[in-house]
C-alpha cells in the first residue's frame, strides 16, 4: 500500500470515527479530474472542459446538512475554478469557487472543497467560475434531497430526470475571451444543447400512466430560454430549493441561472414526445430538442416540435408573478417555510443597482452604478483576511446610481450582518438581464416595467413571493428583492449573462460581523491556496 493510500485511509477513518461518534452529518467523497477533450455538442470537433471525462460532469447527489469533500485534481494546462451555482456555503464563502474568495487551482495541482449544503434542498449546478472556461463545459448538476424526516408536498416521482440546457457557441473558449478581450461584444449564439447534446441527442424513458420529476437549469451564457413538452403539462414544484404553489404550466421561460422543479405525469398515447428548448426575447430563434420516449412506445415522434413564446415580456412577467411559495409545505428544517414573515420584517437599507453598457478606453465594458469590475491581483477574501491594503476598498461601489461616467473599480459594498436589506435591480436597457447573488436566498418582492420609485413598493408581494437565488430583470424595467443578510462572508454579486460578468458587471458584498467568532463564520481553511499578495502567509497552525 503506497503512502497516499495510507493516508488517505488514515484520513477516512477519523472522518468515519467522529462521524460515527458525534452524531455529525454524512460525509459524501469527491475525486475529479479535470481535463481538456474532445467534445461534439453541435456535431464539430470541439476542445471542452471534461470531468473525470465525462461532459456534462458527474452530478451530486446529497441530502440536507450532507458534507460534500470534493476533491478536484487540475489537469489542464492553466488555472481552474468551479463554483457552486445556489449552494449557499452557510459560515464558509471560503469554499464558493470565485477569484473574489478562492485562489485558483495552479495547473498539476488539487484543492480540496470541503462544503455542507446546510439547511438546503433543491436543484442547482456547478460551472467552472475563471475567464471564460463556462463556454467549454465543466458544468454539472446538483441535487438536495430532502431528510426523511421532513414530508414532501408531493407523492415520490417514479423517476428523476436532470435537464442542462443552454445556449452553445461553436468557437473555443479562447476564441471567445479573445473576442471579449479586444473590446468586441459575442456573436448570436451558435445552437442550444440539451445535457451537452444538439437535437435529438438525449432520450429520455418513461412508463405510461407514471410521474416524472425534471430538474431542469438554463447553464447557458447569454440567452433564457422556454421549456416544454409536446403535449404534456408541467406542475411546478419547486424554484432553486423553495417549494411552490404547485401552478400548472404548458411552458417555462428559465433565465439565465435558474433552476426549475416540475413533475410531468406520463399520461398521453404510447408514443415519443419532443422536449424542446428554444431562446427567449431573440429576433433569430434557436431551439434544441430531446425525446420523451414511452417504454410501450408504438411509434416515433410526429408532426413539428410545439412552438413556444419568443418576444413577448408581458406574457413572461405574468408566468413570473405567478410564482409562490407553498406555505404549507415543510422546508429543509422541520419548520414550515411560511412561518418566515418577510414582508412584517423593517428593511434596514435600500440599495438600487442600475445596469449600463459603457464604452472604456475605446472597448465594450459593463457596469452596476457606474463601476465596471476589473478583478485584483489577490482575492478579496483573503485581502480582508491577512489585512492587507491596496487590494479593494469599502465602498467604491455606491448604494444608489451616479449618474455619472462609468470607470474601471475592483468594487465591494459593506454590508452588516442581520441586516436587512431591500435591492432594486434596474435595467434601462433593451436586453433581458438576469442576476445573482451568491451565499444567500432572496424573496422576489416585485417586478414592473418603467422606472423603479417608492410608491412602486405599494405593489410588492408581502406574503407569499418566491424565495430564489437568482433573478429576471426584464428590459427598461425593475425587479426588486428582499434579502436577509445573514451569511458573513465575502460574496459575489453578479450578472448571469457570462459576458457582462466577465466584462464587469459584478462586484462583492462584504457581509460583516464585528464578532470575528466561529459562530458567524469559520476560520480559514487550513488547506486554503494562497496566491497575489497573501503568498507566504500562514493559514493556521496545525
Given at each position: 500500500?503506497?503512502?497516499?493510500?495510507?493516508?488517505?485511509?488514515?484520513?477516512?477513518?477519523?472522518?468515519?470515527?467522529?462521524?460515527?461518534?458525534?452524531?455529525?452529518?454524512?460525509?459524501?467523497?469527491?475525486?475529479?479530474?479535470?481535463?481538456?477533450?474532445?467534445?461534439?455538442?453541435?456535431?464539430?470537433?470541439?476542445?471542452?472542459?471534461?470531468?473525470?471525462?465525462?461532459?456534462?460532469?458527474?452530478?451530486?447527489?446529497?441530502?440536507?446538512?450532507?458534507?460534500?469533500?470534493?476533491?478536484?485534481?487540475?489537469?489542464?494546462?492553466?488555472?481552474?475554478?468551479?463554483?457552486?451555482?445556489?449552494?449557499?456555503?452557510?459560515?464558509?464563502?471560503?469554499?464558493?469557487?470565485?477569484?473574489?474568495?478562492?485562489?485558483?487551482?495552479?495547473?498539476?495541482?488539487?484543492?480540496?472543497?470541503?462544503?455542507?449544503?446546510?439547511?438546503?434542498?433543491?436543484?442547482?449546478?456547478?460551472?467552472?467560475?475563471?475567464?471564460?472556461?463556462?463556454?467549454?463545459?465543466?458544468?454539472?448538476?446538483?441535487?438536495?434531497?430532502?431528510?426523511?424526516?421532513?414530508?414532501?408536498?408531493?407523492?415520490?416521482?417514479?423517476?428523476?430526470?436532470?435537464?442542462?440546457?443552454?445556449?452553445?457557441?461553436?468557437?473555443?473558449?479562447?476564441?471567445?475571451?479573445?473576442?471579449?478581450?479586444?473590446?468586441?461584444?459575442?456573436?448570436?449564439?451558435?445552437?442550444?444543447?440539451?445535457?451537452?447534446?444538439?437535437?435529438?441527442?438525449?432520450?429520455?424513458?418513461?412508463?405510461?400512466?407514471?410521474?416524472?420529476?425534471?430538474?431542469?437549469?438554463?447553464?447557458?451564457?447569454?440567452?433564457?430560454?422556454?421549456?416544454?413538452?409536446?403535449?404534456?403539462?408541467?406542475?411546478?414544484?419547486?424554484?432553486?430549493?423553495?417549494?411552490?404553489?404547485?401552478?400548472?404550466?404548458?411552458?417555462?421561460?428559465?433565465?439565465?441561472?435558474?433552476?426549475?422543479?416540475?413533475?410531468?405525469?406520463?399520461?398521453?398515447?404510447?408514443?415519443?414526445?419532443?422536449?424542446?428548448?428554444?431562446?427567449?426575447?431573440?429576433?433569430q430563434v434557436l431551439s434544441a430538442t430531446s425525446i420523451l420516449h414511452?417504454?410501450?412506445?408504438?411509434?416515433?415522434?410526429?408532426?413539428?416540435?410545439?412552438?413556444?413564446?419568443?418576444?413577448?415580456?408581458?406574457?413572461?412577467?405574468?408566468?413570473?408573478?405567478?410564482l409562490r411559495r407553498n406555505l404549507t409545505a415543510s422546508g429543509p428544517?422541520?419548520?414550515?417555510?411560511?412561518?418566515?414573515?418577510?414582508?412584517?420584517?423593517?428593511?434596514?437599507?435600500?440599495?438600487?443597482?442600475?445596469?449600463?453598457?459603457?464604452?472604456?478606453?475605446?472597448?465594450?465594458?459593463?457596469?452596476?452604478?457606474?463601476?465596471?469590475?476589473?478583478?485584483?491581483?489577490?482575492?478579496?477574501?483573503?485581502?480582508?483576511?491577512?489585512?492587507?491594503?491596496?487590494?479593494?476598498?469599502?465602498?467604491?461601489?455606491?448604494?444608489?446610481?451616479?449618474?455619472?461616467?462609468?470607470?474601471?473599480?475592483?468594487?465591494?459594498?459593506?454590508?452588516?450582518?442581520?441586516?436587512?436589506?431591500?435591492?432594486?435591480?434596474?435595467?434601462?436597457?433593451?436586453?433581458?438581464?438576469?442576476?445573482?447573488?451568491?451565499?444567500?436566498?432572496?424573496?422576489?418582492?416585485?417586478?414592473?416595467?418603467?422606472?423603479?420609485?417608492?410608491?412602486?413598493?405599494?405593489?410588492?408581494?408581502?406574503?407569499?413571493?418566491?424565495?430564489?437565488?437568482?433573478?429576471?430583470?426584464?428590459?427598461?424595467?425593475?425587479?426588486?428583492?428582499?434579502?436577509?443578510?445573514?451569511?458573513?462572508?465575502?460574496?459575489?454579486?453578479?450578472?448571469?449573462?457570462?459576458?457582462?460578468?466577465?466584462?464587469?458587471?459584478?462586484?462583492?458584498?462584504?457581509?460583516?460581523?464585528?464578532?470575528?467568532?466561529?459562530?458567524?463564520?469559520?476560520?480559514?481553511?487550513?488547506?486554503?491556496?494562497?496566491?497575489?499578495?497573501?503568498?507566504?502567509?500562514?493559514?493556521?497552525?496545525?
Amino acid at each position: 500500500m503506497g503512502l497516499y493510500t495510507s493516508v488517505c485511509c488514515v484520513i477516512l477513518v477519523a472522518l468515519l470515527t467522529v462521524t460515527c461518534t458525534s452524531g455529525e452529518d454524512p460525509y459524501r467523497f469527491y475525486n475529479w479530474n479535470v481535463t481538456y477533450g474532445d467534445i461534439y455538442p453541435l456535431g464539430l470537433k470541439q476542445r471542452g472542459i471534461l470531468i473525470n471525462g465525462q461532459f456534462p460532469g458527474p452530478q451530486i447527489e446529497s441530502v440536507t446538512n450532507d458534507n460534500l469533500i470534493i476533491n478536484v485534481f487540475n489537469s489542464m494546462d492553466e488555472p481552474f475554478l468551479l463554483s457552486w451555482n445556489g449552494v449557499q456555503q452557510r459560515r464558509n464563502s471560503w469554499q464558493d469557487g470565485v477569484f473574489g474568495t478562492n485562489c485558483p487551482i495552479p495547473p498539476g495541482q488539487n484543492f480540496t472543497y470541503v462544503l455542507q449544503v446546510k439547511d438546503q434542498i433543491g436543484s442547482y449546478f456547478y460551472f467552472p467560475s475563471l475567464g471564460f472556461h463556462k463556454a467549454a463545459g465543466g458544468f454539472g448538476a446538483i441535487k438536495i434531497a430532502s431528510r426523511s424526516v421532513i414530508p414532501v408536498p408531493f407523492p415520490p416521482p417514479a423517476g428523476d430526470f436532470t435537464i442542462l440546457a443552454g445556449d452553445w457557441f461553436s468557437k473555443n473558449h479562447t476564441d471567445l475571451k479573445a473576442i471579449l478581450d479586444s473590446g468586441n461584444n459575442l456573436p448570436f449564439p451558435d445552437g442550444l444543447l440539451i445535457n451537452g447534446r444538439g437535437s435529438n441527442g438525449f432520450t429520455f424513458t418513461v412508463d405510461q400512466g407514471k410521474t416524472y420529476r425534471l430538474r431542469i437549469s438554463n447553464v447557458g451564457l447569454t440567452t433564457s430560454i422556454n421549456f416544454r413538452i409536446q403535449g404534456h403539462k408541467m406542475l411546478l414544484v419547486e424554484v432553486e430549493g423553495t417549494h411552490s404553489l404547485q401552478n400548472t404550466y404548458s411552458s417555462l421561460d428559465i433565465h439565465l441561472g435558474q433552476s426549475y422543479s416540475v413533475l410531468v405525469t406520463a399520461d398521453q398515447p404510447a408514443q415519443d414526445y419532443y422536449i424542446v428548448v428554444s431562446t427567449r426575447f431573440t429576433s433569430q430563434v434557436l431551439s434544441a430538442t430531446s425525446i420523451l420516449h414511452y417504454s410501450n412506445s408504438a411509434g416515433s415522434v410526429s408532426g413539428p416540435p410545439p412552438g413556444g413564446p419568443t418576444t413577448q415580456i408581458d406574457w413572461s412577467l405574468e408566468q413570473a408573478r405567478s410564482l409562490r411559495r407553498n406555505l404549507t409545505a415543510s422546508g429543509p428544517r422541520p419548520n414550515p417555510q411560511g412561518s418566515y414573515h418577510y414582508g412584517l420584517i423593517n428593511t434596514t437599507r435600500t440599495i438600487r443597482l442600475t445596469s449600463s453598457a459603457p464604452i472604456i478606453d475605446g472597448k465594450q465594458r459593463y457596469a452596476v452604478n457606474s463601476v465596471s469590475f476589473i478583478q485584483p491581483d489577490t482575492p478579496l477574501k483573503l485581502a480582508d483576511f491577512f489585512k492587507i491594503s491596496g487590494v479593494f476598498s469599502i465602498g467604491s461601489i455606491q448604494d444608489n446610481p451616479t449618474g455619472g461616467g462609468a470607470y474601471l473599480q475592483t468594487s465591494v459594498m459593506n454590508a452588516d450582518f442581520r441586516g436587512f436589506a431591500e435591492l432594486v435591480f434596474e435595467n434601462p436597457e433593451d436586453t433581458v438581464q438576469s442576476w445573482h447573488i451568491d451565499g444567500h436566498s432572496f424573496f422576489v418582492v416585485g417586478m414592473d416595467g418603467g422606472q423603479w420609485e417608492p410608491a412602486s413598493r405599494l405593489r410588492y408581494n408581502l406574503r407569499d413571493t418566491i424565495s430564489r437565488c437568482t433573478v429576471q430583470v426584464y428590459s427598461n424595467s425593475w425587479t426588486a428583492i428582499y434579502m436577509p443578510l445573514d451569511n458573513v462572508g465575502m460574496w459575489n454579486v453578479r450578472s448571469e449573462n457570462w459576458a457582462r460578468q466577465y466584462l464587469g458587471q459584478q462586484f462583492y458584498l462584504r457581509v460583516y460581523s464585528p464578532a470575528n467568532s466561529w459562530r458567524d463564520e469559520y476560520p480559514i481553511p487550513r488547506n486554503a491556496l494562497l496566491c497575489g499578495r497573501a503568498l507566504g502567509r500562514r493559514t493556521r497552525p496545525l
